[in-house]
C-alpha cells in the first residue's frame, strides 16, 4: 500500500465561490494508494501517522492539480513553422506539420503542463492520416507517453467527415481551384483514409482497451459543426448516450464558423446541435466566442459545458469569449492551453492568469469580473468535470483522486509581500512555473524540484531533436508547397463570406464580457 502526507505551509482544498475559497494553514494531505483518505492540520495527522513518509517542506502551498481542458500536441505550431494567423487562414498553414514521433512528441508538451502543476489533460487528437489500425496505432504511441510519465489522460480522437480544409465540400473546393493545385489537393485529401464508420470504431477499440485504467479515459470528440455531417453528429450523440462518454467540441471559434451555422441550418451552431438531442452535461464546446445571449440561456439550461481558450483566441484573432456571461449563468466553466499559451508553451499558471486579467471590463462591481476562486475552479474541478474524471479530481477532500501541486511560498513572497495579501490572490497573480517544487498524480510524485520522476526530460529531448534534425521527405516538401500556393485561394474563398453587421462580437453588445 503507497501510503503518503503531503505537507505544506498552507492548503487550499477548493473554491467556494467567485472570490472565496477553504484554506488549513500548516495544513496537510494524508494519501492512501492514490486515494484522499485524509485533510488536517500536519501537526495533527504526522502525529496520528508518525511512520508516513512526508512529500513537501512545509514551505509550499498546497492546491488541487491542474487541467487543461483543451489540448492538441507537442511541439506548438510556431516550433513546426505554422505562424499565428486567423484561424480559417491558419489551417492551411497547419499543413505544414512535419511527420512526428508521436510519443515523443506527447512526452514534449507533457514535460511543459506538469512543470506548471497540470495533473490531467483533456488531449483532443486529429489530423492523423492512415487506416483505421494506423491511426489506432498512432493514437496508442500517445496515450503511452501519458501512461509513461504519469499524469492523467482523457483522449479523444477528433471526428471530421466533411469540409475538411475549408467550411465547403472537399470536391467543390477543389474544384474551385486552378488544375495545377488539384491532384496535389485530391493527394492530400486521399492521405486521411477512415471512414465515419472507422471513426466511430475507433472510439468502441480505445474505450475497450484503455477506458478503465486509474490514468487513462476515453471519450468523443466531434471535430467542430463543420467538419461534421448530419450522420456523423447523430452516430456521436448515440455512442455519448450509449458509454455514458463526456463529448468536446470546438464550437463557434470564429464570426465565419457562427455564419456557417447560419446558412447550414438557418440558425446558431447550438441550435443545430440542439437538433440531435447533444446538448447536455455531456458535451463541452471549446472556445464558443460567438455564442449568443440566447445560446448561452440554453446551453445553461441543458448543463452544457464550456471551455475557455484564452490564450488561442487571442493569438489567433478569434475574439473574446464571454466568459463573464457563462458565470453570471452559472455554466461549468474549464480552462484550456489549446496549441499552446500566450508564450508559446503550456503554462496553467500564466494562463490562469490571463483568464483572470483578460475579463477584467469596467466598473466597480467585483461580482462583474473574475475572482481568484473562480479562475482556481476552473483550472482544478471545473476541467475535471468535462471529462470522465468528472467529480472524482478537482478538490483536495476525502475519496477524490490524491492530484496535487506544491507551489514554494518564498518564490511567490520573496522579497517582500504584505502580510495582508490573501494567499490565493498571491499564488495565481505571483507564481511562476519555476515555483512548483512538486507535482503528485494518483499519490505519486512525477516531478520534483525539477526533476522528473519516471522519464528522463534531456533523453526524451535529445531523441526528438534527433529525429527532426533528418531532412525533410519528398511528401513534407510538396505539403509546404501546397500549403503556400494554397494560401492566396482560401483567402478568396472567405472574401466577403460574412456581413460584417450580421455578426457584431459580443464584446461590442456588452462591455460584461
Known amino acids: 500500500m503507497a501510503v503518503s502526507l503531503v505537507r505544506s505551509r498552507a492548503l487550499i482544498t477548493r473554491a467556494t465561490g467567485r472570490h472565496t475559497w477553504e484554506q488549513i494553514d500548516d495544513g496537510a494531505v494524508l494519501q492512501k494508494d492514490g486515494v484522499i483518505e485524509e485533510i488536517g492540520t500536519f501537526e495533527e495527522l504526522s502525529r496520528r501517522y508518525p511512520t508516513v513518509p512526508v512529500v513537501g517542506s512545509g514551505n509550499e502551498i498546497l492546491l488541487p492539480g ?17 505562424p499565428d494567423m486567423p484561424l480559417e487562414l491558419w489551417f492551411v498553414t497547419r499543413m505544414v506539420t512535419r511527420n512526428l514521433n508521436l510519443y515523443l512528441d506527447t512526452l514534449y508538451s507533457a514535460f511543459e503542463m506538469i512543470a506548471s502543476g497540470i495533473t490531467t489533460v483533456q488531449h483532443i487528437h486529429g489530423w492523423i492520416p492512415g487506416t483505421l489500425s494506423e491511426v489506432e496505432a498512432k493514437s496508442d504511441q500517445v496515450i503511452r507517453a501519458y501512461e509513461d510519465i504519469g499524469m492523467r489522460v482523457s483522449y479523444c480522437f477528433a471526428v471530421r467527415d466533411q469540409n ?17 493545385l488539384r491532384g496535389p489537393m485530391r493527394a492530400w485529401f486521399d492521405r486521411f483514409r477512415m471512414t465515419l464508420d472507422d471513426q466511430l470504431e475507433l472510439f468502441r477499440s480505445l474505450h475497450r482497451r484503455h477506458g478503465n485504467k486509474e490514468r487513462v479515459r476515453i471519450q468523443l470528440a466531434p471535430a467542430n459543426l463543420h467538419w461534421c455531417s448530419d450522420a456523423a453528429l447523430a452516430g456521436l450523440a448515440r ?44 458535451l463541452t464546446l471549446g472556445h464558443g466566442v460567438w455564442l449568443s445571449e440566447r445560446d448561452i440561456g440554453r446551453l445553461a439550461e441543458t448543463g452544457v459545458c464550456i471551455c475557455h481558450n484564452c490564450s488561442s483566441n487571442f493569438r489567433l484573432r478569434s475574439g473574446i469569449a464571454p466568459l463573464n456571461r457563462f458565470e453570471a449563468a452559472g455554466i461549468n466553466t474549464a480552462i484550456g492551453l489549446d496549441e499552446a499559451g500566450i508564450n508559446d508553451d503550456r503554462d496553467m499558471l500564466q494562463e490562469m492568469r490571463l483568464v483572470l486579467r483578460a475579463h477584467r471590463v469596467p466598473g466597480m462591481d467585483e461580482d462583474d469580473v473574475p475572482g481568484m476562486g473562480q479562475v482556481l475552479r476552473m483550472a482544478t474541478v471545473g476541467g475535471a468535470r468535462t471529462t470522465p474524471y468528472r467529480d472524482s479530481l478537482g478538490t483536495l477532500e476525502p475519496g477524490k483522486g490524491a492530484d496535487m501541486v506544491l507551489i514554494d511560498w518564498n518564490e511567490i513572497s520573496y522579497p517582500y509581500l504584505d502580510p495582508e495579501t490573501k494567499l490565493l490572490d498571491a499564488v495565481i497573480q505571483r507564481a511562476k512555473a519555476s515555483a512548483v517544487r512538486a507535482t503528485i498524480c494518483a499519490g505519486e510524485v512525477i516531478y520534483e524540484n525539477g526533476r522528473f520522476t519516471r522519464v528522463d526530460r534531456d533523453a526524451a529531448l535529445k531523441a526528438l531533436h534527433d529525429d527532426l534534425a533528418r531532412a525533410l521527405s519528398d ?3 510538396e505539403r509546404r508547397r501546397l500549403a503556400k500556393a494554397l494560401l492566396p485561394h482560401v483567402r478568396r474563398f472567405y472574401a466577403g463570406y460574412i456581413d460584417p453587421s450580421r455578426h457584431e462580437p459580443f464584446y461590442r453588445q456588452s462591455s460584461r464580457v
Open 66 to 82: 491542474f487541467v487543461n481542458g483543451h489540448h492538441h500536441i507537442g511541439l506548438t505550431p510556431v516550433q513546426l513553422g505554422s
Open 164 to 180: 475538411r480544409l475549408v467550411y465547403q465540400d472537399d470536391a467543390a473546393f477543389v474544384a474551385s481551384l486552378p488544375e495545377e
Open 239 to 282: 455512442l455519448s448516450e450509449e458509454f455514458d462518454a463526456p463529448m468536446h467540441m470546438h464550437l463557434v471559434e470564429t464570426a465565419f464558423q457562427k455564419e456557417y451555422a447560419r446558412r447550414r441550418g438557418g440558425g446558431s451552431a447550438v441550435e443545430y446541435l440542439d437538433r440531435f438531442g447533444m446538448l447536455s452535461p455531456r
Open 475 to 477: 511528401e513534407e516538401v
